[in-house]
């Protein structure tokens, strides 16, 4: 699997949009790029995957640069429940298995 | 969404013990489920990835006659710390793919005194 680069925190006014960078220079062509968070303790959460196109759901959008060697997941409106670990991750969706290996993640903080 | 559950929730046990973590999918089966292992302040660690009905296969460093690992069903793999000592108190967290997203667990949370 190929690895990321996150800044090890960040932090967001609430309201603001959260823009989280993730490099991952090292991404083959059939390698998703995910993102998780995890607010503490507790067990991750789903947050959003692509492959190439942007995608966008309720809870966040994920930008991928055209040469896909970078992402940047992005919370429109961040409140304090957003506070939390944000874990990039790439790995191969084979439909049948994902074994994701998680890096440090960035540490985002949300604050008044 | 799919749930994942992880029961207990948090156990305390004497060192020399051995505690049973169980990893329930309960509203899909999950043929695939997979251990994690988290100390304080740093990331998730995998274990293990588990395969209902077959021996799991652990990872580098990971002992597999200390930590148990049994998947007898597509709803259901446990996890059992043998012979427990402080230094295997830890946050465990399960996951689960029904062949397409994965779903985690709540975690567990292991205190051994």
């Known amino acids: 699997d190929a690895k990321t680069t996150q800044p090890t925190s960040m932090d967001c006014a609430e309201g603001r949009a959260a823009n989280l960078p993730c490099n991952h220079s090292?991404?083959?062509?059939?390698?998703?790029v995910y993102w998780y968070r995890q607010i503490h303790s507790q067990g991750p959460q789903y947050i959003i995957h692509g492959l190439k196109n942007n995608e966008t759901n309720e809870m966040a959008s994920l930008i991928i640069t055209e040469d896909r060697k970078s992402s940047t997941l992005i919370l429109p409106h961040a409140t304090l429940r957003d506070t939390a670990v944000y874990y990039c991750?790439?790995?191969?969706?084979?439909?049948?298995?994902?074994?994701?290996?998680f890096g440090t993640g960035t540490r985002l903080q949300v604050t008044l | 969404g799919a749930v994942v559950s992880q029961h207990p929730s948090w156990v305390i046990c004497k060192s020399g013990t051995s505690v049973k973590i169980e990893c329930r999918s309960l509203?899909?089966?999950?043929?695939?489920m997979f251990w994690y292992r988290q100390f304080p302040k740093q990331s998730l660690m995998l274990m293990a990835t588990s395969n209902e009905g077959s021996k799991a296969t652990y990872e580098q460093g990971v002992e597999k006659d200390k930590f148990l690992i049994n998947h007898a069903s597509l709803t259901l793999s446990t996890l059992t710390v043998t012979s427990a000592h402080p230094e295997d108190s830890s946050f465990y967290i399960c996951?689960?793919?029904?062949?397409?997203?994965?779903?985690f667990g709540e975690g567990s949370r292991l205190t051994v005194l």
């Open positions: 996951s689960a793919t029904n062949g397409g997203e994965l779903f």
């Open positions: 509203d899909f089966q999950a043929t695939t």
């Open positions: 991750i790439v790995d191969i969706n084979t439909g049948t298995a994902s074994k994701l290996t």
């Open positions: 090292t991404i083959s062509g059939n390698e998703y």
